[in-house]
Every structure is written in C-alpha cells, then in structure tokens.
C-alpha cells in the first residue's frame, strides 16, 4: 500500500465502491464481461462497515472523503485483494490523530488474524507500537534487528545512527 494515496493509491474521481473493488475486478466481472454493479456493492458496504468509512453513500466520490477515509478505502481496496502478506509505506500519513488511532487498530486486527504485516514508517512512536521486529536501515543498509521487548527510542536511534 503507496505512501501516497492521492496520486498512485486511489483512483480519485472513482467512486469509493469502484475504488474498493478496482484491483480485484475479476472477482466482479459476470455474463460477457459486464461488472456485476450489485456484486461490488455488496462488497463495498461489507467494507464500508468492517472499517467504518464515514460517507454519505458508496457512489460518493473518494477524492471528496477526508483523508483518514480515503486511507480507510485503500486499505479495503487492497484487502479485498485477500493478502496474506501487507506492505504498508508510511499508512498514517496525512490523516488526523482519531483516524490514525483507527488504522492502529486495524494493522493489529490484521495481524491477529494472521495477515503478516511489513510496516514501513518515519514515525518512530508508530513502529514501536506497531511492531514486533523492527528492521533499521541507514542509507539503504540493514543497521539491525530489534525484537519486540529489546526495542526502544534510544535502541532504534543508535543503530540508525551507525553506532
């Protein structure tokens, strides 16, 4: 999942029900080709709900929801692609403190159900919250591996620091 959802994420001037099903469109194609419109609602609401994007419809455009709730359609966007492994690049960027609360929560839910989860993140409080190993790199080089409990501020800025 990009870092920047406004220009590589989402499909702005889509809808949020064709934002979410875009990347897994086969799943909704039906008789000659035609998207099944129903199918990929249906979809859209499960979503709509399980994550609670705040929206005045699904047929709402995705570039006029606020940031966290466009975040909130990338994620579902990408999980309903059914991963087994998440690649997420900076995922609070850009969203308030309520709603990067909620994409917290959703990563820890994803893990719990199993979904091996790569977080990439500059937000250091992020990652040891995150996080039950922390990879730090400097200038494209592996500086270390933290494991869970080892890991803190000042552990994570020394080996960032070449120390």
């Not at 403190?97 to 990439?120: D, S, Y």
């Not at 080892?150 to 552990?155: F, G, N, P, T, V």
């Amino acid at each position: 999942m990009t870092e920047d959802r406004r220009k590589l994420g989402l499909a702005m001037p889509m809808s949020i029900t064709e934002n979410i099903t875009l990347a897994s469109l086969k799943k909704y194609l039906g008789a000659f080709g035609f998207v099944d419109s129903e199918k990929e609602e249906q979809t859209a609401g499960e979503f709509k709900n399980r994550l609670e994007i705040k929206t005045p419809s699904l047929t709402h455009e995705v570039g006029k929801l606020s940031g966290g709730n466009q975040q909130k359609v990338m994620f579902s966007k990408w999980l309903n692609t059914q991963p087994r492994i998440f690649i997420l690049d900076e995922p609070t960027r850009g969203i308030d403190i309520g709603a990067k609360a909620e994409v917290h929560q959703m990563i820890r839910e994803l893990a719990k159900e199993g979904i091996a989860i790569i977080c990439i993140s500059s937000d250091l409080p992020e990652v040891l919250a995150l996080s039950d190993r922390i990879l730090v790199m400097r200038e494209g080089r592996q500086m270390g591996i933290l494991e869970g409990a080892s890991a803190d501020q000042e552990s994570v800025m020394a080996l960032a620091m070449g120390q």
